[in-house]
Nanobody, 125 residues
Framework: QVQLVQSGGGLVQAGGSLRLSCAAS????????MGWFRQAPGKECDIVAT????????YYEDSVQGRFTISRDNAQNTVYLQMNSLKFADTAVYYC??????????????????WGQGTQVTVSS
């Protein structure tokens, strides 16, 4: 079992920054790839970024490349998503997810076993 508790998010003006955190408990965190996903109203849950268990490799969806940074602190069992230069199109509910079956990330939500509770990010234009 893995429990993921998210924090951060909120309302920000376009061009601003936010940082999301996701604290994990329950099993060896460093063995799990982690991902951040987002879901806007009426849309599917889409990948934002992934990071390997070691933190040595990250993947970013094209629209956030260069603006968002995923990182993790395995000593603190926490993964972060730093979001800069936010755009109206980034408005969504953001979810962190743990892939306990592999230390390598995946872009597919179905590959992740545990999910955080979600946090709303609203960017005003």
């Amino acid at each position: 079992q893995v429990q993921l508790v998210q924090s951060g998010g909120g309302l920000v003006q376009a061009g601003g920054s936010l940082r999301l955190s996701c604290a994990a408990s329950g099993r060896t965190f460093s063995g799990c790839a982690m991902g951040w996903f987002r879901q806007a109203p009426g849309k599917e849950c889409d990948i934002v970024a992934t990071i390997t268990g070691s933190g040595g490799h990250a993947y970013y969806e094209d629209s956030v490349q260069g603006r968002f940074t995923i990182s993790r602190d395995n000593a603190q069992n926490t993964v972060y998503l730093q979001m800069n230069s936010l755009k109206f199109a980034d408005t969504a509910v953001y979810y962190c997810a743990a892939r306990t079956t592999s230390p390598y990330g995946s872009i597919w939500p179905s590959e992740y076993d545990y999910w955080g509770q979600g946090t709303q990010v609203t960017v005003s234009s």
